[in-house]
């Protein structure tokens, strides 16, 4: 988000350039740290025996990826608004993206916590 607010700053002559290859850095990151809870999931499966951890890490993978989706509408409706402030419906689509961000970061920390319980179960 703080590189997002930076692009923002430079209104009204965006830096885009700078602000995709940020994008790029972070989706690559984001790609491995997905291939490494896949495999983690595979092996909580296969090896350990405990796919109900893995369809947890599985539900966490399909809410982070939403979670990004809507943090990119997010910011593109937050410079949609930046850039025509009179256009309501703009200031409206960036508070019903809020509500839908804070709604599957919600649902993100019930999926951690019924991780965090079932792993418990074990012990």
Do not use: C, N, W
């Not at 923002?8 to 995709?20: I, V």
């Not at 405990?50 to 509408?73: G, S, Y």
């Amino acid at each position: 988000m703080q590189g997002h607010r930076a692009y923002l700053s430079s209104a009204p002559h965006y830096d885009f350039p700078r602000y995709r290859q940020l994008v790029h850095e972070i989706t690559l990151a984001f790609s491995g740290i997905s291939r490494e809870v896949l495999h983690i999931a595979g092996r909580l499966r296969d090896e350990l025996a405990r796919p109900d951890l893995a369809q947890h890490l599985a539900r966490l993978q399909e809410r982070e990826q939403e979670k990004l989706q809507l943090t990119a509408q997010l910011q593109l409706a937050r410079q949609q608004a930046q850039d025509q402030p009179d256009a309501d419906a703009h200031q409206q689509e960036v508070r019903e993206l809020k509500h839908k961000l804070i709604k599957t970061i919600e649902a993100i920390s019930e999926i951690l916590q019924d991780l965090k319980y079932d792993s418990e179960e074990v012990e």
